[in-house]
């Protein structure tokens, strides 16, 4: 089983400032197979971005993905007030298929 | 607009069992591949299954492997998951999931979740 782990578990940003959220994964993950979701309290997940780089329908440029093997990184250039939220990573690589703890991007 | 819509989650005690249902609109469910994936209290998300459109394949994590069967039924929109011999690690909040993938063809990430339905297994 691939374990993927983020960091960091908590991020202090301020509105309009950069974030980077990171993902590693125990084992590489081919094909860049690296997903990245975002979830609201009380909301469902929403898919943001997949193969570690494309933007899924309707996401703003704003967010963007990058990385292989093992390291993968998703950024948010100019944190939004409805960005604050946390992200989860997941690789499709193999089964069984496997989340990142997450990471809660907060208001500084 | 796709929407996915759970129900069936419930309060029962460990050794039980409970039917979960996914009710989908908005899409060609019957080429649509789909999943559970689950949330514990405090904890991140986990994939629990999959099903090809046509249902023929199935996938499992193996924690509920011989515990969990997920099915489809395209006639009436609607994906399911029997659970049985629950336990208290499988509270959770249940969200059914649209693959990314079509047909008998999976892409494994999902572009399309549900609100999810809350199974609590306690005594």
């Known amino acids: 089983e691939k374990v993927m782990t983020q960091s960091p578990a908590t991020l202090s940003v301020s509105p309009g400032e950069r974030a980077t959220l990171s993902c590693r994964a125990s084992?590489?993950?081919?094909?860049?197979?690296l997903a990245w979701y975002q979830q609201k309290p009380g909301q469902a997940p929403r898919l943001l971005i997949y193969g570690a780089s494309t933007r899924a329908t309707g996401i703003p440029a704003r967010f963007s993905g990058s990385g292989s093997g093992t390291e993968f990184t998703l950024t948010i250039s100019s944190l939004q007030s409805e960005d604050f939220a946390a992200y989860y990573c997941?690789?499709?690589?193999?089964?069984?298929?496997?989340f990142g703890g997450g990471t809660k991007v907060e208001i500084k | 607009e796709v929407q996915l819509l759970e129900s069936g989650g419930d309060l029962v005690q460990p050794g039980g069992s409970l039917r979960l249902s996914c009710a989908a609109s908005?899409?060609?469910?019957?080429?649509?591949?789909m999943s559970w994936v689950r949330r514990g209290p405090g904890k991140g998300l986990e994939w629990v299954s999959s099903?090809?459109?046509?249902?023929?394949?199935?996938y499992y994590t193996d924690s509920v492997k011989g515990r969990f069967t997920i099915s489809r039924d395209n006639s009436k929109n609607t994906l399911y998951v029997q659970m049985n011999s629950l336990r208290v690690e499988d509270t959770a909040i249940y969200y059914c999931?649209?693959?990314?993938?079509?047909?008998?063809?999976?892409?494994?990430?999902?572009?399309?979740w549900g609100q999810g339905t809350l199974v609590t297994v306690s005594s």
């Open positions: 999931a649209k693959d990314g993938g079509y047909g008998d063809y999976l892409y494994n990430w999902f572009d399309t």
């Open positions: 084992q590489s993950v081919s094909n860049s197979y």
């Open positions: 908005g899409l060609t469910f019957s080429n649509s591949v």
């Open positions: 997941q690789q499709y690589d193999n089964w069984p298929l496997t």
């Open positions: 099903i090809s459109a046509s249902g023929h394949n199935t």
